[in-house]
């Protein structure tokens, strides 16, 4: 297991960025898969975007284009660029680490809400 820690969320005009970083407690190196979800009220989590240990991404067609998701394999951190934010990004974003046999964990969400 890992121990996933995310910062950075806010309060947000649309239209403006912030940055999420999420901390691991372990060599990212281990990790195969890192991702952002995230869980609107009233809604089910979705994934937001994933990077793999290749460094291939993947994004949700909603934030496509606005989000870049990064690792910094020194620091042992995932973080999420979000720009040209909407309301409808508004949501408890969750930091997510996928190890080989070992499942996920998850990181106890960061607050983002972008005000119309």
């Known amino acids: 297991q890992v121990q996933l820690v995310e910062s950075g969320g806010g309060l947000v005009q649309a239209g403006g960025s912030l940055r999420l970083s999420c901390a691991s407690s372990r060599s990212i190196f281990t990790i195969n898969t890192l991702g952002w979800y995230r869980q609107a009220p009233g809604k089910q989590r979705e994934l937001v975007a994933v990077i793999t240990s290749s460094g291939r991404r993947n994004y949700a067609n909603s934030v496509k284009g606005r989000f870049t998701i990064s690792r910094d394999n020194a620091k042992n951190t995932v973080a999420l660029q979000m720009n040209s934010l909407k309301p409808e990004d508004t949501a408890v974003y969750y930091c997510?680490?996928?190890?080989?046999?070992?499942?996920?964990?998850w990181g106890k969400g960061t607050l983002v809400t972008v005000a119309a």
């Open positions: 997510n680490a996928e190890i080989a046999g070992k499942g996920h964990s």
